[in-house]
């Protein structure tokens, strides 16, 4: 297939399109800056902007959509233009050029509305409920995809949950830098049984729903490596690959959540240079159970994760030692 890919300059995008590549398809990806994945073709921009997207979908046979405005805060018009009107803009676009599949790329954020999701499947997106204007434009992101989903046109939502892996900067940077600094505290001393999903599996699977998006249509679809742990664990795991001392001391949840809010209210007035330390949505995600039935996306999808989060936290240690 001729296969679109949005957002390739990013981790998974990257990983996403690397392995599209691989699988013999051919690669156009769309995003601001270039991909760097070798066989490829770069189209350079934004998926807000129409004769760009027009000219990027033209004769290709499925979507792969990524890009996203990802952040803990920031301004929510950004969010709606890019999250929302981007996949509009994208879905029309692809519509018209004849495409047959399209798999929008989401997240369980979409339906974690701050209470505990234990052995759940990938329930309906509720934008009405969804924290956080990230979680609640990617919810409308989804509907208005699946929406779309036809006869000609096989729509997928996939939602991949905490990715990672060697390389990563939005997630095991700042886990590596905040602990390195002290300042990475556990939530009711990390306890709460989360899942997460080695980066190689992450890809793997969204290949997986383009290609079977004829039968697969329709739904959304969770992703992770199966191996749910309690978050705890896995920031020490990666700590240790790191080389850097785990977290060691504890915040009631329900302070860090009271944090969270207060730091929200000041970031909106006047907005840090990185990323908020708290957000009441990072405190539910580091106190609260989510962890995901796999079931139905392993036999959907007909996929399973390769990579281990053992061997993936063996890989992210090698990494380290050769950095």
Known sequence: M????TGASGFLGRAVAAELVAAGHQVRTLQRRPSGVHGVTDVLGSVTDVSLVARAVDGVDGVVHLAAKVSLAGDPREFHTVNVGGTRLLIDAAERAGATRFVQVSSPSVAHAGSALSGVGAEPADPENAHGDYARTKAEGELLALARDSASLHVVAVRPHLVWGPGDTQLVERIVDRARRGRLPL?????????????????TGIVAALHRADTAHGNAYVITNGEPRPVGDLLAGICLAAGVTPPRWSVPAGLARAAGSAIERVWAIRPGSDEPPMTRFLAEQLST????DQRATRRDLDWTPTVSLDEGLRRLAAHYREA
């Open 2 to 5: 001729i296969v679109l890919v």
């Open 187 to 203: 939530l009711d001393g990390g306890t709460a049984l989360i899942d997460s999903t080695y980066v190689d599996n992450a890809a």
């Open 289 to 292: 159970a989510h962890w995901f």
